[in-house]
Structures are given as C-alpha cells and as structure tokens.
C-alpha cells in the first residue's frame, strides 16, 4: 500500500513508469505464450529434421527395405493360395465297390459311368448323384436318364487328379453339399488376419516393431506348419485362422517400418517399391503351384521364405521414431549413429547430440497409453478413422473380389492367375508417377472408381465376348492392386505416429472384414449370377467417393500426435525445397479442427 502511495504521490515520470512496466510485463506474458505454442508446433518437426542429418535416403534405408522384401514375398502366396489349395477338380461317386462285386463284367470305363453315373446337361457325369442301381439298358440309349432314379453318392467320390494331386476338397470331400466349406476357409483365413491387426496393433505401438515382428515371424512359421500337416478339416481351419492372425504381423510392421525410416521426399518410392514384393510373390506362387500340386506342400514352400526373413531379424533395426515417442531417446540416438555411419555421415554426433531428441518426445505419450479408442475420442480422428475405414472395405473387398475368380475367362487356372499378378507391375509403377505429380487422394479416388466402372463393363457385356471381358478384368485387376497400393502408403501417412500402428490396425482391420466377406459374396451367384459383380461395383465406387474427402499427404511432414491432427488446417504443410527439409516448419496454432 506504501508502494502504490508512494508511486501516486510523485511526479508523472513515475506514474508513466508504471504503465510502461506493466504494459511490458503484459507483453512478456504474450510473448512467451506465443513462443511456448510455436516450439509445441515445431516439436513435430524436429525429427524431420535429424533424420535429414543421417541422410533420410541412403543405404540404410535401402538395406531395411530389402530385408523386409523377402518375407513380404510369403504373404501374398498364403493370401491367394486359396486358389489352389481349396481348387475343386471334377468329381463323381467312386463306383469302385460295385467294380469290385463284378457285376460289370467286362464294361470298359466309359461304359460303367454310363450305367452308374446320370449325365449333365453338358454331357460330363453328375458330380454329386448315381443310379440307384446300374442301369444297362442305357448302353442301347433304350431309355431317357431323367427317368431313372438316382441317390447322393455312396461311397465317396472319384477325383480327377491330372491338376492335382491333392487338395482340400479331394483330402476332405469338400464337395457337392460341404463346397461352400472349400471356399470358406478362405474366409476363415482373413478372420484370423482381421483378429491379428487389432492385436498386433495394440502391442506394436506398445512394445515396439520390432520385437512384434520376430514374434510374427515365428508364430507364422509354426501355424502354417501344423496347418500343413492337418488330419481333419477343423484342425486345418484352426490353424489356417492362427496362421492368418501370425502373419498380419509382418504386413502392418514392415510397411510402418519403412516409411518410419525414410525422408519425406521418397516416402512414395518406398511405398511403392515394398509393394512390388507382393506383385512377386503373387507370381511366384502361379508359378510354385503349377510345380508343387499337393496342398500340403504348397504351404510348406510358400512359408519357407520365413525361415530365412528370422534369420536376418537381427539387422532390422526399431523405429527410431517409435522409440522417441516412447522416451526411449538414448537407444533411438544409437540407431540414428548406426544409420548416419552407414550413409556415410560422419559427422552426425558433432551435428546432433543426444539431448536434441528429448525436444521432439511429446509430453502427451508419457501420460498417455493409446489405444484404439484414441482413434475416435476427438473430432478430426473420429472423421479420419471413419472415411479410412470405408476405402479400406471397398479396396480389400474388390480386389480379392476379382483375385477369386480367376476361372470363366478361356485360360487356364495358373496363366490366369500370372496375368492377374503381372498386370500389378506396371500398374505400380504408373501409380508412382501418379502419387507424386496428382497425389495420394486423387490417386485413391480415380483408382477405386475406375475399378467399379471396369467390373460395370463387365456386367453389362455379353458372356460370348469372353476375350473382351478378360482385358477388361484384367486392367480392373490392375486398378484394384494400384487402389491397394495406393491405400497403405495413404494411410500411413495420414496417422500421426503414436496411433500410426493402432490406425493402420484398424484399416487393417476393415479390409480383412472385406476380404473375409468377399468369397461368401461370391457364393451370391447361385441367386443372380451378377449379382456379386453389382456388389463389388457399388463398393469400388462408393469407397472411391468416400477417398475424395479424406487430405491430401503428398510432400507434406508425418504427423507426431494427436494434435497434429486436430489442429490441422484443410491444406497441409508441405516440403517444397531440400532447404525446407533441414528447417523445422511452424504450424499455425489454431482453434479451427476443420480438415
């Protein structure tokens, strides 16, 4: 009170004196407020930077992408080997014990089928119906066969086994009424891979890529193993559900793992170029099923290349991102020395030093334990988590939608499913070109929409212009694998890095429900034979629509957290210079959380 008194009861320098200091003081306040929001804001970018300083693209980052190749190359092998392993070869009731009885006589073979077995409408026997007893008068066309009366199958049924030796449907008799058991073992198959995103998910944000990885990668090896050697159709679904949830691992884990380690600017060539691993494996496994035609040992030769993917684990190195969102900044710096010394930047320990990596840990993390509620708990994730959900769906479900049905086209089975694999190839090479010049949500739109007006022309064109039709289905193939591609390097870019695994989990997630669902949609023939194809169209498009609304990635910085994404503007902050890469970036703080 003296202090005001004293200040009132003198001249008028001393009252401008008072303003003055508090007006300063006031301005400090701002100023510091200010300056505390914008190092919030550039904490995002610091790692952009740093990774910059060990060269983001070097032979570092080559290496990994290469190691990662190899195991890449046995999951779509295990995705698509439905095709041959649940393949159903013509069939028709084992007449061997009437046969055996010798009341045949001399019959040649045809002639036994004959009186045995009623013909079909396209003069092959009926694969699910004999006589109820031979009927010799047919050998003189004396009587019509849809006079007889015929029974179900007796005794088992009789394979042709000149493409296979051996598949599920002749091991099990999954035919006439159990077909629809061949085809859903497939979908068994993507249950295990839509139960596997969730769980690996959550424990790779939680306890690291890495670890989770080796983890997949034994866990893979041992189900598909005691899959192969399966005594009863259970056990064998069982284990091929096991197998599905093991190797979502490695799908979810080698692409963060990727583009965690790599700059900004070849963040689409790695995408791509890890992609290309499943064009070849795809082909690969036309090629390791035309040779290999027991499904047992089918498994077993498309799951070896895992055996050799554990035996170079020890190289790969964690997410030094992940590591530094988790606090774990010492062992994130001496992965940065391994990759600056392997780049050939000897002079990274001078440049960065290990207390720069504690200003890019966000606060948040340490608190915080994410899980997938996180996804939906704030506006802007929920609409994120939402719109990726939907192009998943429709990318997963119209892909494998087209991959099933690789039969109706006047090829055989194994060229079918080559041309299938190859036309991927270029399609991905025309989709980096795409991703870089018009961007990753156009990219997604005009790929996913093309798809459904592909399957559209083939909807409404004649069944007799079957080579028309093979073209069409051909470049539709292509466009759904360009979707795909398109879709997981979207996605990861799209995710901040302490919900990347979670998200990418969760849009895992909804493509193997669209992947799972996809053969039993197809069993919708037998009601209308379109209408799977108007199914597969309406997805393709309606997703391609839903792409258009989600943000553009292309050049623009990963996000860190959560609030990067809230605070977000609808244009996002782009790198258009090397210069801008070396410079942490400011992001605007702002009230406004419309994309």
């Known amino acids: 009170m003296k202090y005001w008194s004293f200040l009132f009861s003198n001249n008028h320098l001393s009252l401008t004196l008072l303003v003055k200091a508090l007006h300063h003081h006031s301005t400090r306040q701002r100023l510091s407020a200010h300056f505390n929001n914008q190092a919030k804001a550039e904490v995002t970018m610091k790692f952009e930077s740093i990774l910059d300083e060990t060269n983001g693209f070097g032979r570092y980052q080559i290496a990994l992408v290469l190691l990662l190749f190899i195991p890449r190359i046995a999951i779509p092998c295990h995705f698509l080997m439905n095709n041959f392993i649940a393949a159903i070869p013509s069939h028709h009731c084992n007449i061997s014990s009437l046969s055996s009885e010798g009341i045949f006589g001399n019959l040649s073979q045809d002639e036994r089928l004959t009186v045995s077995i009623p013909v079909q409408n396209d003069g092959t026997p009926d694969s699910c119906h004999m006589f109820s007893y031979p009927q010799f008068h047919l050998l003189s066309n004396s009587s019509s066969p849809s006079e007889v009366a015929v029974v179900q199958c007796q005794n088992g049924w009789e394979y042709d086994n000149s493409t296979f030796i051996s598949t599920l449907a002749t091991q099990f008799d999954l035919v006439c009424e159990k077909r629809g058991l061949a085809r859903a073992s497939a979908t068994i198959f993507f249950v295990g891979v839509m139960a596997g995103t969730v769980f690996f998910g959550v424990l790779c944000d939680k306890y690291g890529r890495r670890s989770m990885l080796l983890v997949s990668y034994v866990s893979s090896i041992v189900f598909s193993v005691v899959s192969a050697f399966s005594s009863t159709y259970i056990m064998f679904a069982a284990f091929r559900f096991l197998t599905g949830f093991a190797l979502t691992g490695i799908i979810n884990i080698s692409v963060v793992l990727s583009i965690e380690w790599v700059d900004t600017k070849h963040r689409t060539l790695i995408g791509v170029f890890g992609s290309i691993s499943w064009s070849l494996g795809n082909m690969l496994l036309a090629g390791f099923a035309y040779l290999v035609t027991d499904w047992r040992m089918l498994i077993i030769t498309v799951t070896s290349p895992l055996l050799l993917a554990t035996a170079i684990w020890w190289w790969i190195p964690e997410s030094a991102r992940w590591l530094i969102a988790n ?236 609030e990067d994404i809230e605070q977000m503007r609808k244009k996002p902050i782009y790198f258009t210079t090397e210069d801008q890469i070396n410079v942490p970036l400011k992001l605007p703080i702002s009230a406004d959380t419309t994309q």
């Open 327 to 562: 606090g774990k900044v010492e062992t994130a710096y001496k992965y940065l020395q391994k990759c600056a010394t392997f780049n050939e930047r000897r002079d990274f320990t001078s440049r960065v030093k290990p207390e720069a990596l504690s200003t890019v840990t966000t606060v948040d993390h340490h608190v915080h334990s994410y899980t997938y509620l996180d996804l939906f708990k704030t506006p802007q994730m929920r609409r994120l988590t939402l719109f990726t959900g939907i192009v998943w769906y429709g990318v997963a479900s119209t892909y494998y939608g087209i991959s099933f049905n690789i039969t109706g086209f006047g090829l055989g089975l194994y060229l079918t499913h080559f041309i299938y694999a190859a036309i991927e190839v270029p399609a991905k090479i025309l989709i980096y070109f795409s991703l870089n010049k018009v961007g990753r949500r156009i990219t997604q739109t005009a790929t996913l929409v093309l798809t459904g007006v592909c399957i559209l022309i083939n909807i409404i064109t004649p069944i007799e212009y079957w080579t028309f039709r093979t073209v069409i289905t051909v470049l539709g193939k292509g466009l759904s694998e360009a979707s795909f591609t398109t879709v997981f390097l979207y996605t990861t870019e799209l995710y901040p890095t302490v919900m990347r695994q979670n998200g990418l989990g969760y849009a895992s997630f909804m493509a193997r429900l669209g992947a799972s669902i996809s053969p039993l949609i197809m069993l919708l023939e037998d009601m209308w034979t379109l209408l799977p194809e108007v199914i597969f169209c309406t997805l393709a498009i309606f997703s391609g629509l839903i792409a258009w609304l989600l943000p553009e990635t292309n050049n623009a910085r990963l996000q860190e957290t959560i």
